[in-house]
């Protein structure tokens, strides 16, 4: 059974940074899609970022145009562990981050899909003052 772990998160001032982090265990294959996605009240869940795990330096990333040049999605093999590195946070980012992970072997598609994403993290608060 996958299992992921999320930590980080919290509350920063506009123009700060938070790494949010998501440890996944259970997966045989050393390839599958995870990324993180955001949902605020009353809105759609939504991609901010997916990245394919996997041997290597893993890859290619995926970026929502929200997120493109501010946040960055990496993987640490060793550590079973991705990471979003959010700068220059805004405002309009404060709601709850989800980690997702799609299925063992699979590919991250070119624009993620809740559909491909089965396991979820709790969630985590990300809360920017102005």
């Known amino acids: 059974q996958v299992q992921l772990v999320e930590s980080g998160g919290g509350s920063v001032q506009a123009g700060g940074s938070l790494r949010l982090s998501c440890a996944a265990s259970?997966?045989?294959?050393?390839?599958?899609?995870m990324g993180w996605f955001r949902q605020a009240p009353g809105k759609k869940r939504e991609g901010v970022a997916t990245f394919e795990v996997r041997g290597g330096s893993g890859g290619p990333a995926y970026y929502a145009d929200s997120a493109k040049g501010r946040f960055t999605i990496s993987q640490d093999n060793a550590e079973n562990t991705l990471y979003l590195q959010m700068n220059s946070l805004k405002p309009e980012d404060t709601t709850m981050y989800y980690c997702a992970a799609g299925y063992d072997g699979g590919s991250c598609a070119l624009i993620p899909n809740l559909a491909d994403f089965p396991f979820w993290g709790q969630g985590t608060q990300v809360t920017v003052s102005s």
């Open positions: 259970g997966y045989i294959s050393g390839r599958h899609c």
